[in-house]
């Protein structure tokens, strides 16, 4: 009898490693909460273009926009667990939407991270039929007029809408939200008149405003983003505390085998680690990231403190 457990013991020991190596074997699903074009979808097409070469596999990206990326994010933590089904989604679904909405999911137990692929900062931008070429005279506008004008976002609980949750905190003003679907129709609504602003990744936004369409304002990192050298900081125009970074992550269902999750982040590490992937997100304006699941385990934590006041003094706390 002990000889047979032990000899069952090692074969198990065995199965796991060979599961993992030989992993993939079939179309890996990407499920990404928000639309084409979008600055999640993106990411995940160039991160999904690359393992496909690398593994001999297709790796096939479905959007599911909707609900700030819950739908999404939904649909990836009631997959199958078998290591075939992954998510790109934003920080809304798993750290801040729990907080302000009703879930279909718990985010904590019902999927595991991987990694975090990109970041980006937030850019402010104005209708150019605004009127405003700064963020001192968007401020004294909407100190004229409270609660007369209003921004767009990518969802409830989205950077996009947290971060002009901010932006009305730090500056004592008051505007009005209406969430879209994902962040073309964002900045769309924006170019309509439809909305007067937004905060937006560069990618959605940087076109548009060279085309004259909308301005871009200011950007929401400590220091003036590379990409952007001529669009000055929150911070240099008075407004102190409106710091905010839109990434993307991939994610798994809560019970994929941690050992082709482990190998699911070091072929997507090499990725981002690659010169024509890296050139590729360059192009996009995005910064890749590649932390391991433990780091991306302990950012979440660190960001939901720090997003639970932001929503608690914002009211959008869900009762």
């Not at 667990?81 to 279909?104: H, Q, S």
């Not at 003003?173 to 962040?183: A, F, M």
Request: glycine share 8%; charged share 20%.
């Amino acid at each position: 009898m002990r000889k047979t457990l032990a000899l069952a013991l090692l074969a198990a020991l065995a199965a796991g490693p060979a599961t993992a190596q030989d992993w993939p074997k079939q179309a890996v699903n990407i499920i990404v909460g928000f639309g084409p074009g979008s600055t999640p979808d993106l990411v995940s097409r160039v991160i999904a273009d690359h393992l496909q070469k690398k593994l001999n596999q297709p790796f096939v990206v479905h959007n599911r926009p909707g609900a700030g990326g819950n739908i999404g994010a939904d649909a990836v933590a009631k997959a199958e667990a078998d290591g075939y089904t992954f998510g790109t989604t934003i920080p809304g679904p798993l750290i801040v939407n729990p907080m302000t909405t009703k879930m279909t999911f718990d985010p904590k137990k019902d999927l595991q991270p991987v990694t975090i692929l990109a970041t980006q900062p937030s850019v402010l931008v104005v209708s150019s039929k605004l009127g405003v070429n700064n963020l001192k005279e968007l401020i004294a506008l909407l100190k004229k007029n409270p609660g007369k004008y209003n921004y767009s976002s990518i969802g409830i609980g989205s950077i996009s809408h947290l971060s002009m949750v901010l932006v009305a905190q730090q500056s004592g003003t008051e505007i009005q939200h209406i969430p879209y679907k994902s962040s073309p129709d964002a900045v769309a609504a924006v170019i309509a008149g439809d909305t007067h602003m937004a905060t937006l990744a560069p990618n959605a936004v940087t076109g548009h405003a060279q085309a004259g369409t909308i301005k871009m304002i200011a950007v929401s990192t400590p220091k003036r983003w590379p990409a952007l050298p001529d669009v000055p900081t929150f911070a240099e125009q008075g407004v102190e505390g409106v710091q905010a970074e839109a990434w993307m992550a991939m994610v798994a269902p809560a019970a994929t085998p941690d050992a082709i999750v482990d190998r699911l982040y070091k072929e997507v590490k090499g990725a981002l680690d690659s010169e024509d992937v890296k050139a590729q997100m360059t192009k996009f304006g995005f910064q890749p990231v590649g932390i391991t699941p433990a780091e991306f385990k302990k950012r979440l934590e660190e960001e939901e403190k720090r997003w639970s006041k932001v929503v608690d003094a914002a009211g959008l706390r869900a009762k």
